[in-house]
């Protein structure tokens, strides 16, 4: 998902804000620099964010096999 929404972010960076670039930088370029700037940070921290979620709190991922499992406990 965070793949697509880099593309997209890059190619309409490159083909629609390609005239706002600053002098001697290709658009290209800055456009792959400025959407990787933010969105690969952003990336990583989702990415541990729901490790940890998943690691710790597995009830949010599969909240019907944990009732289950805490009825057969009772």
């Known amino acids: 998902m965070c793949l697509i929404r880099f593309l997209c972010s890059f190619l309409s960076g490159f083909l629609i804000w390609s005239s706002n670039t600053p002098s001697g930088e290709g658009a290209v370029l800055y456009s792959l620099g400025y959407n990787a700037s933010y969105m690969i940070p952003e990336t990583v921290i989702t990415a541990a964010a729901a490790i ?5 709190a597995p009830a949010l991922y599969y909240p019907a096999e944990t009732k289950r499992a805490a009825k057969a406990e009772s």
């Open 52 to 56: 940890l979620l998943y690691r710790f």
